[in-house]
């Protein structure tokens, strides 16, 4: 690699092993880009270095959005709870697929649990019009990771290039942008396909039982709908899901037929790997084993803290439960304070 040299002398100014391991061997990010977390630099930006003939250092795409006409707050004063603001969009994109998208009318929206009360905020975007944005496949939906609580602004990158090379099933695709608010600086982002069911994204058949959920213990969102298990073990807490795809808006305290369907479905698959005699050839009738086994490890080696916790993503096709895509990796490989320990 053309870039070695450069990589290893700015790794010896103090960035991790694991960052400067995987820079140095494998390249995270879209295409053959491999990202630097300059220190010298503004602790938001993030450049890049090609390992092709030309080495200079350059700006990674630029994401230009701007409130509409009429709004009563600016993009960086939105709360989470404000819900959708109406934007229009401009975005520079350099690269193989290089492009420009002018006045591409959109909604922003605040995202995330805890990264929702940092001063960088991620967001979920959503165009008007599908938007084939770095060649992820055409679609209305992306998010912008802040990665607000990570300095290297990498781990989620890394959990995702590492994923992909280990073929789990529909892990995202990324790309590193910088993003201006109302024209002003807000750092850079990692720009995300959403995890949805769709043609480029989670390929399921939700008009014929399929359906996609996130593990989530405890929090809420207003607008989602949530999925209860109980069970008989006492030593085992009772399991919770975000019902993510299809979308269901309960009147009420109401629960509908679909709903339901998904619950007994759900609830079978527990059912089976809590029972007192069931065999392996029982469990492998109703889940992944592969999926799940791959993707117990992949936590395990990352390190991850919300694994069994939150952002845990299954997915149902064909009568069996399936674990991924993975997600949220801000606060793994070590980057998650005293509270949490490392054996």
């Avoid at 690269?95 to 905020?121: F, P």
């Avoid at 084993?289 to 117990?296: E, I, R, T, W």
Wanted: overall charge negative; proline content about 2%.
């Amino acid at each position: 690699m053309k870039n070695e040299k450069k990589l290893s002398s700015y790794c010896k100014k103090g960035v991790s092993a694991l960052v400067c391991a995987t820079l140095l061997t494998s390249g995270v990010g879209y295409g053959n880009i491999q990202i630097l977390a300059d220190t010298n630099i503004n602790a938001n930006s993030l450049y890049a270095l090609q390992d092709d003939a030309d080495t200079s250092v350059q700006k990674v795409g630029q994401l230009y959005l701007t409130s509409a006409e009429g709004q009563k707050k600016t993009i960086s004063e939105l709360k989470k709870a404000d819900g959708n603001m109406d934007i229009s969009v401009q975005f520079n994109m350099p690269g193989e697929q290089a492009s420009v998208i002018t006045n591409a009318a959109a909604t922003i929206k605040v995202r995330g649990n805890t990264t929702s009360n940092a001063e960088k905020k991620p967001f979920n975007l959503k165009f008007s019009e599908k938007q084939n944005l770095y060649g992820m496949g055409s679609a209305k939906k992306y998010v912008l990771l802040a990665n607000a609580y990570d300095p290297t602004l990498i781990r989620n990158a890394v959990a995702l290039s590492l994923a992909k090379e280990l073929g789990i099933p529909y892990t995202s695709d990324f790309a590193y942008v910088d993003v201006y608010l109302d024209g002003k600086y807000n750092g850079n982002y990692m720009l995300v396909e959403t995890v949805e069911a769709g043609a480029n994204r989670v390929e399921l058949d939700l008009d014929h039982g399929d359906f996609l959920v996130q593990l989530e213990k405890e929090r809420a969102e207003a607008d989602s709908t949530y999925i209860d298990l109980n069970n008989e073990k006492k030593w085992i807490s009772d399991y919770r899901f975000e019902l993510k795809e299809p979308k269901i808006v309960n009147a009420g305290t109401a629960i509908t037929a679909e709903q339901l369907e998904i619950q007994n479905k759900l609830q079978h698959v527990q059912d089976v790997l809590l029972a007192s005699d069931t065999t392996m050839a029982d469990i492998a009738k109703v889940i992944d084993l592969d999926s799940f086994v791959n993707y117990y490890i992949f936590a395990e080696y990352m390190k991850s803290v919300d694994a069994g916790y939150s952002s845990v993503y299954f997915y149902y096709k064909d009568g069996k439960l399936y674990a991924a895509p993975v997600w949220d990796f801000d606060l793994s490989m070590g980057n998650a304070g005293s509270y949490y320990t490392y054996g």
